[in-house]
C-alpha cells in the first residue's frame, strides 16, 4: 500500500481505539470495548506491515513470535492478585520498546534537529520507564526489599544525574549519530535515572508509582511517534498518557498527598500519632452470627489482607446468605484498597461478587448512617478516622470510608497489633465496634457455617 | 520544523484532551483492566519498530528494531488477553438470566 493508504487505515484504528477506551466506561460493555482496541491494534499492524520498507519477513515473524508466546503465557498464568507486578513488568517493556524504536530511527540519514529532540526524548522517557518500572515490579513482588531505599546525599545525586541528562542531550542533538559516545551515555544515564526515582519509593506506594510509569509508557511510545513521524503511535500513546496520569491523580487524592510527596518522602520524618486508649470489645463469631442475621443492610469494607488471607470466597458466599437472609449487601471500596488502582474490585469480581454490588466510597459515606453492620476485613488505614480527627497521625486528611458512623462495626483482625503504616486505629476501641480476632477466612466460615446450619 | 510536524503536535494537542475526556469517564471498578488495557495499547509501538528498522542498511538498526517488536508484541497480545480475563470476570447480579445490557 501507499504511504497515503497506509495512514487512513490509522485513522480507523485511531477511531476504533476510541470508541473502545468509550466503551470501558461501564462493565456491560467493557468487553466488547477491549475487542474494539484489540481490532484497531491489527488493523494498524496488518496496515505498517503491506508498506515498503519494513523489517524482513522472517525477522518479523520471529520476532512477533518469542513476544507473543511471553505475553500470552503471562497473561493465562498470572494471579489476580499479581496484577500490580504484571503491569508493572508491562509498563517497562513498553518503555524500553519506545527506546529501541528511537535508536533505531536515527539511522535514518535525513533527520532534522526536532527530530532528534523527539528522539533524545523517547530514550529518557522509555529508559526511565524501563528500569523504574522493574524496581517497581521488584518491591510489589518482595524480590528487593519493598521499603525506601535512602542514603545520605540523594537529593544531590539524583539533580547530579539530571544535569548530566540535560548536558549529554544538548552536546547529542548538536552532532547526533546512532553510534555516537554521547548517545550510550544517554541510555545508560537514563537507565539509572529510573532506578534512582523510584528507589526511594515506599512499597505502599506502589500503586501511585505504576500509574505513573504506565503514562510514561503511553508518552515514550508519543515521542517515538514524533521520532518517526507516525500518527498512530502519537494518539494512542497520549490516551495511554492521558489514563497514566488521571489515575494517578485520582491515588494521590485518596491519600491525601501531592505526587512530589509521594516520591520524594522517603526522605522525610514520619509524624507520630496520637497513641489512642482504650477498651477492645470483642465479639464470637457465634455473636456476630446473630447479629448479621437481624441486620437489614450490611456492607463489607474490604482491604488488601482479605486477599492475603484468600478471604473473599468465603465473603462472597455469606453474602449471599445475607441477601437470602433479606438484608441488602454492597461491598465498599477504598480507591486505595487494594495494591493498584481497582485492584480490589477485580479480586472480588474473580470471586463472583456481582459488579453492581461494588460501591464507591463517595457512594457508601452518605448514607453509611443508615447500614447496620459494617465488616471491615483486612482493611486498617482506609477506615481510621484519625484520618479524620487526630492532626497529628501521618495520615490525616485522606479521606475514609467512614464505618465508625454505621450502626455496629465487626472488625476482623488476626490480633491487636496496628496496621502496615503503624498507626493507632481509634476504630477499634469505638462504642459500636465489635473485634472479631482470628484469621479472616475462618471467623466468616465460622458464620457462614450458622447461617447454613 | 516543517509543517508536517506542526500537524502531528496537533494530533497529540486533541488526543490528550480526548484522552482525558474519554478515561475519567472510566468507573473505579475498571481501573485494574483500564490500566492492562493502556498497557497494551501502549503495544502501539509495534508499528514504530517495523517501520523505523526497515530502511536501514546497518544490521544493527535491525536488531533494535527485531527487538522493539518483541517487547511491543509481549504488550499487545500480554495486555488484551490478561484485560479480556479480567473484564469477563465482572458479571451482574442474577447471572441466571443472562441479559447483557446493550
Known amino acids: ?453 | 520544523m516543517e509543517m508536517f510536524h506542526v500537524f502531528l503536535a496537533l494530533t497529540l494537542m486533541l488526543s490528550i484532551f480526548l484522552g482525558f475526556e474519554l478515561i475519567s469517564k472510566v468507573p473505579a471498578t475498571l481501573h485494574t483492566p483500564l490500566m492492562s488495557g493502556a498497557n497494551a495499547i501502549s503495544g502501539i509501538t509495534i508499528v514504530g519498530a517495523l517501520i523505523a528498522a526497515g530502511d536501514g542498511s546497518d544490521p544493527l538498526a535491525r536488531y533494535l528494531g527485531a527487538a522493539a517488536v518483541s517487547f511491543a508484541t509481549i504488550n499487545v497480545v500480554g495486555g488484551y488477553l490478561v484485560t479480556n480475563r479480567m473484564l469477563s470476570m465482572f458479571k451482574k447480579k442474577d447471572t441466571s438470566s443472562s441479559e447483557e445490557a446493550a
Not at chain 1, 537529593?155 to 554521547?182: E, H, K, T, W
Not at chain 1, 459515606?365 to 486498617?380: H, K, L, M, S, T
Open chain 1, 1 to 453: 500500500m501507499t504511504l497515503e493508504l497506509i495512514n487512513l487505515f490509522y485513522v480507523a484504528s485511531a477511531a476504533l481505539f476510541i470508541f473502545g477506551l468509550k466503551q470501558l466506561s461501564s462493565p456491560a460493555t467493557a468487553v466488547r470495548g477491549n475487542m474494539l482496541s484489540s481490532f484497531a491494534m491489527l488493523i494498524a499492524i496488518v496496515a505498517t506491515l503491506t508498506g515498503n520498507n519494513i523489517l524482513p519477513w522472517e525477522w518479523i515473524i520471529i520476532s512477533i513470535a518469542i513476544g507473543a508466546v511471553i505475553g500470552g503465557l503471562a497473561a493465562q498464568k498470572v494471579a489476580m492478585t499479581s496484577m500490580p507486578e504484571m503491569v508493572a513488568l508491562f509498563n517497562g517493556s513498553g518503555g524500553i520498546a519506545s527506546l529501541l524504536v528511537a535508536w533505531a530511527a536515527l539511522y535514518n540519514v535525513d533527520n532534522s534537529t526536532f527530530t532528534d529532540i523527539t528522539v533524545v526524548l523517547s530514550i529518557l522517557i522509555g529508559g526511565v520507564t524501563f528500569t523504574g518500572s522493574i524496581i517497581a515490579w521488584g518491591k510489589l513482588s518482595e524480590v528487593m526489599p519493598s521499603g525506601a531505599w535512602v542514603f545520605g546525599l540523594q537529593r544531590v545525586v539524583n539533580g547530579a544525574i539530571l544535569l548530566g541528562i540535560i548536558a549529554v542531550a544538548v552536546i547529542f542533538c548538536m552532532d547526533p549519530a546512532a553510534d555516537s559516545q554521547y548517545l550510550y551515555m544517554l541510555i545508560a544515564l537514563a537507565l539509572l535515572f529510573g532506578v534512582m526515582v523510584v528507589a526511594p519509593v515506599g512499597g505502599a506506594d506502589m500503586p501511585v508509582v505504576i500509574s505513573l510509569l504506565n503514562s510514561y509508557s503511553g508518552l515514550a511510545a508519543c515521542a517515538a511517534g514524533f521520532a518517526i513521524n507516525n500518527n498512530i503511535l502519537i494518539v494512542a500513546g497520549s490516551m495511554v498518557g492521558a489514563a497514566g496520569i488521571i489515575l494517578t491523580n485520582i491515588m494521590c487524592k485518596a491519600m491525601n498527598r501531592s505526587l512530589a510527596n509521594v516520591l520524594f518522602s522517603g526522605f522525610g520524618a514520619v509524624k507520630q500519632a496520637t497513641k489512642v486508649e482504650g477498651e477492645v470489645k470483642p465479639i464470637t463469631a457465634d455473636d456476630a452470627y446473630l447479629i448479621l442475621e437481624a441486620a437489614q443492610s450490611v456492607t463489607f469494607v474490604p482491604g488488601y489482607g482479605m486477599a492475603v488471607a484468600q478471604a473473599q470466597h468465603v465473603v462472597r458466599e455469606l453474602g449471599e446468605l445475607l441477601e437470602k437472609n433479606g438484608a441488602e449487601v454492597s461491598y465498599a471500596i477504598h480507591p486505595v484498597a487494594g495494591r493498584m488502582p481497582g485492584h480490589m474490585n477485580v479480586l472480588l469480581a474473580e470471586a463472583n461478587v456481582p459488579y453492581d454490588q461494588l460501591v464507591e466510597m463517595e457512594d457508601i459515606n452518605p448514607r453509611i448512617e443508615g447500614i447496620d453492620v459494617a465488616v471491615v476485613i483486612g482493611a486498617n488505614d482506609v477506615v481510621n478516622p484519625a484520618a479524620r480527627n487526630d492532626e497529628n497521625s501521618p495520615i490525616y486528611g485522606m479521606p475514609i470510608i467512614n464505618v465508625d458512623h454505621a450502626r455496629t462495626v465487626f472488625v476482623l483482625k488476626r490480633s491487636m497489633a496496628s496496621g502496615f503504616s503503624g498507626v493507632d486505629n481509634p476504630l477499634f476501641f469505638g462504642d459500636n465496634t465489635r473485634m472479631l480476632f482470628g484469621d479472616a477466612k475462618d471467623s466468616i466460615a465460622t458464620v457462614v457455617a450458622e447461617f447454613k446450619g
